[in-house]
């Protein structure tokens, strides 16, 4: 290779890698909004039937677990008193995780879905189970965390999760998860029954406009 060639080369990988910078940057401008929008975003508090929500869900996602040979165990409780939440974006956060269960299934499986009223709590609880590869215990502790991810490259940023938790935690309810190594991941989410003013979140520098 001449000098000619070597300066060319040179000034190709130097492109390559400014390149890749301004897009990790644009990235992580692009998280950073989107968990900020989670945390700001008007919420439309109002008495929910959340079984309305599970049920839109299902809606969305029927033909794409039809295609994957997911198999839909949906076993809604009768007579659950409203929730008090924006409807929404809680059929985001339960979008997000029926989509990790479906992602959970490259070759098929069952997803539960299931509402339920936990008598000790008095709480309204969506819980969403699949049968598929589970997560591995050192990454359990850090599934909320932005960016984790045990999806395939290219098949998500793990965004979803964090976004997730900080609308519940807006809501003033809680978001568990448990799994198990080939058997399976469950998530449960709660919803206080009460209403009650939405958590809000005091930007980390104060003065400082979003961008």
């Known amino acids: 290779m001449d000098r000619g060639q070597a300066t060319e080369k040179k000034q190709e990988a130097t492109e390559c890698l400014d390149l890749i910078a301004a897009e990790s940057r644009r990235c992580g401008d692009l998280v950073k909004n989107l968990l900020t929008f989670s945390r700001t975003a008007p919420m439309n508090l109002e008495s929910t039937d959340v ?37 929404a ?3 985001q956060v339960l979008l997000a995780l029926v989509m990790n269960a479906i992602d959970a299934l490259p070759r098929g499986g069952n997803l539960w879905l299931k509402t339920r009223l936990s008598k000790s709590t008095q709480e309204i609880e969506f819980e969403v189970r699949d049968d598929g590869v589970g997560i591995a215990p050192e990454l359990l502790p850090r599934m909320f965390e932005p960016f984790l991810t045990t999806k395939e490259s290219g098949h998500g940023v793990g965004l979803g999760l964090a976004v997730s ?19 399976g991941t469950t998530f449960v989410v709660s919803l206080p ?8 979140e005091v930007p980390e520098t104060a003065g400082t406009q979003a961008r």
Do not use: F, T
């Not at 029954?193 to 809000?200: C, G, M, Q, Y």
């Open 51 to 87: 079984n309305v929500i599970v049920n839109r869900c299902v809606m969305l996602v029927r033909h794409q677990m039809e295609m994957g040979g997911v198999q839909l165990q949906l076993e809604m409780a009768e007579g659950l008193p409203p929730a008090q939440c924006d409807g």
């Open 89 to 91: 974006q809680i059929e």
């Open 165 to 183: 938790r900080s609308i519940i935690e807006r809501h003033r309810g809680k978001i568990e998860v448990k799994s198990e190594i080939g058997k």
């Open 193 to 200: 029954l009460h209403d009650e003013k939405p958590r809000v």
